[in-house]
C-alpha cells in the first residue's frame, strides 16, 4: 500500500468522523445534539445555519472525493500485481492426483 493510500484512508476517517458531528450538530425541526449544547453548538462551526450547512457541503465533498480517490489507487494498486506484466492469471495445476479407490 502506497503512501498516497494511507493518506487518502486517514483524511477518508477524519472526514467520516467531522460529518458526523457537523449533521449531529444541524438543527432540525425536533432540535438534535445542536439544540443540547445550546448555542455552542452553532458557535462551533460558523455564524448561523449558512456556515454550518456550508462546512457540511464541503466535508461531504471531501468524503466522496477521497472514496474515489481510494478506490481508484487501489484498483491500479491490484491490477498491476494481480495479473503481473505477462497479463497471466493464476498458474495451472497439472499434476492432478486420482481420486481414492473407495475400496468396494
Known amino acids: 500500500m502506497s503512501t498516497l493510500t494511507i493518506l487518502?484512508?486517514?483524511l477518508f476517517v477524519l472526514a467520516a468522523i467531522v460529518l458526523i458531528v457537523v449533521i449531529?450538530?444541524?438543527?432540525g425541526r425536533g432540535g438534535g445534539f445542536g439544540e443540547a449544547l445550546g448555542t455552542h453548538g452553532r458557535e462551533t462551526f460558523g455564524a448561523g445555519n449558512r456556515g454550518?450547512?456550508?462546512?457540511?457541503?464541503?466535508t461531504a465533498g471531501i468524503f466522496l472525493a477521497s472514496a474515489l480517490l481510494i478506490h481508484v489507487l487501489n484498483r491500479q494498486s491490484v491490477a498491476e500485481s494481480a495479473f503481473g506484466e505477462d497479463g497471466g492469471g493464476a498458474p495451472m495445476i497439472e499434476n492432478v492426483a486420482p481420486p481414492p479407490d473407495s475400496g468396494n
Request: glycine share 0%; hydrophobic share 55%; net charge negative.
Open 8 to 10: 487518502f484512508y486517514i
Open 24 to 27: 449531529l450538530l444541524q438543527e
Open 52 to 58: 454550518i450547512n456550508t462546512f457540511t457541503a464541503v
